[in-house]
Protein backbone atom coordinates (compact mmCIF):
# COMPACT_ATOMS: atom_id res chain seq x y z
CA UNK A 1 0.00 0.00 0.00
CA UNK A 2 1.27 3.30 -0.79
CA UNK A 3 0.27 5.94 1.95
CA UNK A 4 0.43 9.35 1.81
CA UNK A 5 3.57 10.99 3.02
CA UNK A 6 4.00 12.63 6.01
CA UNK A 7 5.67 16.56 5.66
CA UNK A 8 8.09 17.09 7.86
CA UNK A 9 9.66 20.15 6.49
CA UNK A 10 9.29 23.04 4.05
CA UNK A 11 12.77 21.45 2.24
CA UNK A 12 10.79 18.23 2.41
CA UNK A 13 7.28 19.48 0.47
CA UNK A 14 9.65 21.46 -1.96
CA UNK A 15 11.76 18.34 -3.10
CA UNK A 16 8.77 16.37 -3.36
CA UNK A 17 6.81 19.25 -5.61
CA UNK A 18 10.01 19.31 -7.76
CA UNK A 19 10.47 15.36 -8.17
CA UNK A 20 6.53 14.71 -8.78
CA UNK A 21 4.71 16.06 -11.66
CA UNK A 22 1.28 16.42 -9.70
CA UNK A 23 1.04 16.57 -5.49
CA UNK A 24 -1.73 16.65 -3.56
CA UNK A 25 -1.46 17.84 -0.11
CA UNK A 26 -3.77 17.63 3.08
CA UNK A 27 -3.37 19.78 5.69
CA UNK A 28 -4.82 18.70 8.59
CA UNK A 29 -4.82 18.87 12.20
CA UNK A 30 -5.07 16.00 15.45
CA UNK A 31 -7.74 17.81 16.75
CA UNK A 32 -9.74 18.44 13.51
CA UNK A 33 -13.11 16.37 13.69
CA UNK A 34 -13.76 16.98 10.12
CA UNK A 35 -10.06 15.84 9.06
CA UNK A 36 -10.39 12.30 10.62
CA UNK A 37 -13.96 11.95 8.76
CA UNK A 38 -12.40 12.18 5.62
CA UNK A 39 -8.94 10.82 6.16
CA UNK A 40 -10.13 6.90 5.02
CA UNK A 41 -11.18 8.13 1.80
CA UNK A 42 -8.02 10.36 1.10
CA UNK A 43 -5.87 7.34 2.19
CA UNK A 44 -7.95 5.19 0.04
CA UNK A 45 -7.31 7.42 -3.26
CA UNK A 46 -3.36 7.60 -2.15
CA UNK A 47 -3.27 3.54 -2.22
CA UNK A 48 -5.43 3.71 -5.39
CA UNK A 49 -3.70 6.46 -7.35
CA UNK A 50 -0.13 6.94 -6.29
CA UNK A 51 2.36 7.09 -9.01
CA UNK A 52 6.38 7.45 -8.85
CA UNK A 53 7.46 10.82 -10.08
CA UNK A 54 3.86 11.16 -11.62
CA UNK A 55 0.93 11.57 -8.66
CA UNK A 56 2.03 11.91 -4.81
CA UNK A 57 -0.10 12.25 -2.00
CA UNK A 58 1.12 14.24 0.85
CA UNK A 59 -0.10 14.88 4.25
CA UNK A 60 0.60 18.30 6.30
CA UNK A 61 -0.43 18.69 10.23
CA UNK A 62 -0.34 22.72 10.31
CA UNK A 63 0.80 22.56 14.26
CA UNK A 64 4.12 20.64 13.28
CA UNK A 65 4.60 22.69 10.42
CA UNK A 66 3.17 25.88 10.44
CA UNK A 67 5.86 27.55 8.39
CA UNK A 68 4.59 25.40 5.39
CA UNK A 69 1.18 26.69 6.72
CA UNK A 70 1.98 29.88 6.47
CA UNK A 71 3.63 29.83 3.37
CA UNK A 72 0.45 28.76 1.28
CA UNK A 73 -2.26 30.58 3.88
CA UNK A 74 -3.91 27.90 4.94
CA UNK A 75 -5.62 29.36 7.89
CA UNK A 76 -8.70 26.11 8.04
CA UNK A 77 -8.72 22.65 8.04
CA UNK A 78 -9.11 20.37 6.46
CA UNK A 79 -7.70 22.06 3.27
CA UNK A 80 -6.21 20.07 0.59
CA UNK A 81 -4.29 22.01 -2.71
CA UNK A 82 -3.74 20.12 -5.31
CA UNK A 83 0.42 21.44 -7.26
CA UNK A 84 0.82 20.46 -10.95
CA UNK A 85 4.41 21.40 -12.09
CA UNK A 86 5.18 22.86 -8.44
CA UNK A 87 2.48 25.18 -8.83
CA UNK A 88 -1.01 25.14 -7.11
CA UNK A 89 -4.08 24.71 -9.41
CA UNK A 90 -6.95 23.60 -7.19
CA UNK A 91 -7.54 24.45 -3.54
CA UNK A 92 -10.66 22.22 -1.86
CA UNK A 93 -11.77 23.48 1.72
CA UNK A 94 -13.53 21.35 3.66
CA UNK A 95 -14.03 17.53 4.16
CA UNK A 96 -15.94 18.05 0.86
CA UNK A 97 -15.82 14.13 -0.49
CA UNK A 98 -17.37 14.36 -4.06
CA UNK A 99 -15.17 17.40 -4.41
CA UNK A 100 -11.84 15.55 -3.85
CA UNK A 101 -12.56 12.50 -5.72
CA UNK A 102 -13.49 14.32 -8.40
CA UNK A 103 -10.92 16.54 -8.47
CA UNK A 104 -7.99 13.57 -7.50
CA UNK A 105 -9.68 11.08 -10.49
CA UNK A 106 -9.35 13.61 -13.61
CA UNK A 107 -5.81 14.60 -12.25
CA UNK A 108 -5.45 10.22 -12.33
CA UNK A 109 -6.61 10.50 -16.13
CA UNK A 110 -4.23 13.34 -17.21
CA UNK A 111 -1.46 11.81 -15.71
CA UNK A 112 -1.95 8.85 -17.20
CA UNK A 113 -2.59 10.57 -20.50
CA UNK A 114 0.87 12.47 -19.98
CA UNK A 115 2.58 9.61 -19.16
CA UNK A 116 1.07 7.39 -22.29
CA UNK A 117 1.89 10.31 -24.77
CA UNK A 118 5.57 10.17 -23.87
CA UNK A 119 5.98 13.69 -22.15
CA UNK A 120 8.07 12.94 -19.19
CA UNK A 121 11.87 14.20 -20.55
CA UNK A 122 13.16 16.85 -19.70
CA UNK A 123 15.27 19.67 -21.32
CA UNK A 124 14.95 19.66 -25.12
CA UNK A 125 14.21 22.83 -27.36
CA UNK A 126 10.90 23.59 -29.11
CA UNK A 127 8.07 24.95 -28.82
CA UNK A 128 5.68 23.14 -25.60
CA UNK A 129 2.81 24.35 -23.82
CA UNK A 130 3.40 23.65 -19.97
CA UNK A 131 0.90 23.52 -17.07
CA UNK A 132 0.92 27.47 -16.75
CA UNK A 133 1.22 28.37 -20.43
CA UNK A 134 3.71 28.85 -23.49
CA UNK A 135 7.38 27.92 -23.11
CA UNK A 136 9.98 28.78 -25.48
CA UNK A 137 12.22 25.67 -24.42
CA UNK A 138 11.80 22.35 -22.38
CA UNK A 139 12.42 22.51 -18.22
CA UNK A 140 15.07 20.72 -17.26
CA UNK A 141 14.36 17.41 -14.77
CA UNK A 142 13.45 18.47 -11.28
CA UNK A 143 12.81 22.23 -12.16
CA UNK A 144 9.62 24.05 -12.79
CA UNK A 145 8.87 27.38 -14.18
CA UNK A 146 8.69 30.21 -11.13
CA UNK A 147 8.11 32.96 -13.62
CA UNK A 148 4.95 33.21 -11.39
CA UNK A 149 7.15 34.53 -8.46
CA UNK A 150 7.97 37.76 -10.12
CA UNK A 151 6.03 40.68 -8.60
CA UNK A 152 5.21 42.35 -11.59
CA UNK A 153 3.38 45.24 -9.25
CA UNK A 154 7.43 46.17 -8.31
CA UNK A 155 9.24 45.77 -11.80
CA UNK A 156 11.28 48.42 -12.86
CA UNK A 157 13.35 49.19 -15.96
CA UNK A 158 15.60 51.72 -17.49
CA UNK A 159 15.94 53.09 -20.92
CA UNK A 160 12.42 51.34 -21.63
CA UNK A 161 10.77 52.63 -24.61
CA UNK A 162 7.02 53.92 -24.60
CA UNK A 163 5.88 52.80 -27.87
CA UNK A 164 6.84 49.21 -27.33
CA UNK A 165 4.08 46.93 -25.06
CA UNK A 166 3.47 46.96 -21.97
CA UNK A 167 6.07 46.06 -19.75
CA UNK A 168 4.53 43.01 -18.14
CA UNK A 169 3.73 41.19 -21.13
CA UNK A 170 7.24 39.81 -21.19
CA UNK A 171 6.02 37.45 -18.18
CA UNK A 172 2.48 36.60 -19.77
CA UNK A 173 2.05 32.97 -20.35
CA UNK A 174 0.70 33.50 -23.87
CA UNK A 175 2.37 32.55 -27.05
CA UNK A 176 4.04 35.78 -28.09
CA UNK A 177 2.08 37.02 -31.10
CA UNK A 178 5.17 37.44 -33.08
CA UNK A 179 6.14 33.97 -33.25
CA UNK A 180 5.96 32.37 -36.80
CA UNK A 181 5.52 35.43 -38.23
CA UNK A 182 8.70 36.08 -39.00
CA UNK A 183 9.34 39.73 -40.79
CA UNK A 184 5.48 39.75 -41.74
CA UNK A 185 3.92 43.04 -40.62
CA UNK A 186 1.71 43.05 -37.79
CA UNK A 187 -1.90 43.96 -38.38
CA UNK A 188 -2.46 48.05 -37.70
CA UNK A 189 -5.09 47.36 -34.55
CA UNK A 190 -2.57 44.67 -32.82
CA UNK A 191 -1.29 45.27 -29.49
CA UNK A 192 2.62 44.70 -29.41
CA UNK A 193 3.20 42.32 -26.37
CA UNK A 194 6.96 43.11 -26.32
CA UNK A 195 9.49 45.32 -25.00
CA UNK A 196 12.10 47.24 -26.62
CA UNK A 197 14.90 49.73 -25.24
CA UNK A 198 14.62 53.22 -26.01
CA UNK A 199 17.30 55.56 -27.03
CA UNK A 200 20.15 52.81 -27.47
CA UNK A 201 20.57 48.75 -26.93
CA UNK A 202 21.19 48.76 -23.52
CA UNK A 203 18.37 47.66 -20.99
CA UNK A 204 17.69 47.50 -17.85
CA UNK A 205 14.93 45.36 -15.64
CA UNK A 206 14.86 44.91 -11.94
CA UNK A 207 12.83 41.44 -11.06
CA UNK A 208 11.65 41.27 -7.57
CA UNK A 209 10.25 38.19 -6.56
CA UNK A 210 7.31 37.00 -3.98
CA UNK A 211 9.21 34.46 -2.42
CA UNK A 212 12.95 33.33 -1.81
CA UNK A 213 14.09 30.98 -5.12
CA UNK A 214 16.73 29.17 -6.55
CA UNK A 215 17.18 29.61 -10.13
CA UNK A 216 18.64 27.24 -12.54
CA UNK A 217 18.24 28.69 -15.81
CA UNK A 218 17.05 31.97 -17.67
CA UNK A 219 14.57 31.93 -21.03
CA UNK A 220 14.56 34.85 -22.97
CA UNK A 221 12.49 35.08 -26.31
CA UNK A 222 13.55 37.45 -28.64
CA UNK A 223 12.02 37.63 -32.18
CA UNK A 224 12.68 39.24 -35.23
CA UNK A 225 10.94 42.80 -35.72
CA UNK A 226 8.02 43.10 -39.22
CA UNK A 227 10.27 46.00 -39.95
CA UNK A 228 13.02 46.41 -42.49
CA UNK A 229 14.02 49.41 -41.06
CA UNK A 230 18.08 49.51 -40.21
CA UNK A 231 17.04 50.72 -36.93
CA UNK A 232 14.72 47.84 -36.07
CA UNK A 233 15.88 46.59 -32.49
CA UNK A 234 17.83 43.29 -32.41
CA UNK A 235 18.29 40.29 -29.74
CA UNK A 236 20.48 40.58 -26.87
CA UNK A 237 23.84 39.36 -27.12
CA UNK A 238 25.97 40.61 -24.00
CA UNK A 239 23.48 40.19 -20.37
CA UNK A 240 24.89 41.10 -16.77
CA UNK A 241 23.25 39.16 -14.04
CA UNK A 242 23.01 40.66 -10.73
CA UNK A 243 21.25 39.39 -7.72
CA UNK A 244 19.59 40.33 -4.23
CA UNK A 245 19.13 43.89 -5.04
CA UNK A 246 17.04 46.22 -3.50
CA UNK A 247 16.19 48.25 -6.63
CA UNK A 248 16.83 48.66 -10.02
CA UNK A 249 20.82 49.43 -10.95
CA UNK A 250 21.71 52.74 -12.88
CA UNK A 251 23.92 52.16 -16.00
CA UNK A 252 27.29 53.46 -14.80
CA UNK A 253 26.28 51.48 -10.76
CA UNK A 254 25.91 48.47 -13.28
CA UNK A 255 29.40 48.97 -14.50
CA UNK A 256 31.06 48.77 -11.10
CA UNK A 257 28.66 46.54 -9.10
CA UNK A 258 30.38 43.25 -8.84
CA UNK A 259 28.16 40.96 -11.36
CA UNK A 260 26.70 37.56 -10.33
CA UNK A 261 26.93 36.03 -14.30
CA UNK A 262 28.22 37.41 -17.31
CA UNK A 263 26.59 35.74 -20.50
CA UNK A 264 27.94 35.98 -24.17
CA UNK A 265 24.77 35.05 -26.37
CA UNK A 266 25.95 33.72 -29.64
CA UNK A 267 23.76 33.00 -32.88
CA UNK A 268 23.50 29.27 -32.31
CA UNK A 269 22.02 29.97 -28.47
CA UNK A 270 18.97 30.91 -29.95
CA UNK A 271 16.59 28.14 -30.74
CA UNK A 272 15.62 28.46 -34.78
CA UNK A 273 11.51 27.54 -33.80
CA UNK A 274 10.86 29.86 -31.17
CA UNK A 275 13.34 32.68 -30.75
CA UNK A 276 14.30 31.54 -27.55
CA UNK A 277 17.83 31.39 -26.13
CA UNK A 278 18.19 28.80 -22.86
CA UNK A 279 20.53 30.19 -20.35
CA UNK A 280 22.12 27.61 -17.68
CA UNK A 281 22.85 29.53 -14.62
CA UNK A 282 25.57 28.98 -12.00
CA UNK A 283 23.13 27.64 -10.03
CA UNK A 284 25.10 27.60 -6.58
CA UNK A 285 25.12 31.72 -7.18
CA UNK A 286 21.23 31.80 -7.80
CA UNK A 287 20.30 30.12 -4.25
CA UNK A 288 18.02 32.18 -1.78
CA UNK A 289 17.81 34.92 -4.10
CA UNK A 290 15.13 38.07 -3.97
CA UNK A 291 15.50 39.78 -6.77
CA UNK A 292 17.18 39.13 -9.91
CA UNK A 293 18.71 42.46 -12.48
CA UNK A 294 18.89 41.67 -15.68
CA UNK A 295 21.16 44.15 -17.76
CA UNK A 296 21.56 43.97 -21.52
CA UNK A 297 24.61 45.78 -22.15
CA UNK A 298 25.05 44.31 -25.83
CA UNK A 299 22.88 44.14 -28.68
CA UNK A 300 22.99 41.67 -31.92
CA UNK A 301 24.85 43.16 -34.81
CA UNK A 302 25.02 46.77 -35.35
CA UNK A 303 21.37 47.38 -33.79
CA UNK A 304 20.77 50.08 -32.17
CA UNK A 305 17.64 48.94 -29.93
CA UNK A 306 17.30 45.64 -27.80
CA UNK A 307 14.24 43.47 -27.89
CA UNK A 308 12.62 41.03 -25.52
CA UNK A 309 9.26 39.07 -26.17
CA UNK A 310 9.49 36.63 -23.22
CA UNK A 311 11.33 35.96 -20.15
CA UNK A 312 10.73 32.96 -18.79
CA UNK A 313 12.32 31.57 -15.20
CA UNK A 314 13.50 27.86 -14.23
CA UNK A 315 14.06 26.39 -10.76
CA UNK A 316 12.48 26.12 -6.96
CA UNK A 317 10.33 28.69 -5.47
CA UNK A 318 10.93 28.93 -1.54
CA UNK A 319 9.33 30.65 1.62
CA UNK A 320 6.44 32.79 0.84
CA UNK A 321 4.38 35.22 3.08
CA UNK A 322 1.94 35.47 6.30
CA UNK A 323 -1.04 33.45 7.84
CA UNK A 324 -3.42 34.16 10.28
CA UNK A 325 -5.57 32.02 12.62
CA UNK A 326 -6.31 28.73 12.51
CA UNK A 327 -10.04 27.26 12.19
CA UNK A 328 -11.68 24.08 11.46
CA UNK A 329 -14.18 23.85 8.75
CA UNK A 330 -17.24 21.36 8.56
CA UNK A 331 -17.93 18.53 6.44
CA UNK A 332 -19.62 20.64 3.88
CA UNK A 333 -16.63 22.25 2.65
CA UNK A 334 -16.87 25.62 0.47
CA UNK A 335 -16.68 28.80 2.08
Not at 85 to 114: C, H, Q, S, W, Y
Amino acid sequence: MTHPTSITSPTHLSSLLTSSRIVIADFTATWCGPCKTIKPLYDALSTQLSRPNQITFVTIDVDAQKEIAANYNVTAMPTFVIFKAGRETKRIRGADVRALDKAVRELAEEAKGMSSAGQGSAGGGGETLGGDGWLGAGLPRGYTDVTSQVDVRSLDFLNLSSEAGDSRAIFSTSRPASLGKGKTPAASDSKKDWIESDTDEQLMLYMPFQSTMKLHSLHITSLPSASEDEDAPSRPKTLQLYTNRSHVLGFDEAEDAPVTQRIELEDDSWDAETGTAKIELRFVKFQNISSLVVFVAESEGDGEKTRIDRIRLVGESGEKKSMGKLEKIGSEGGE
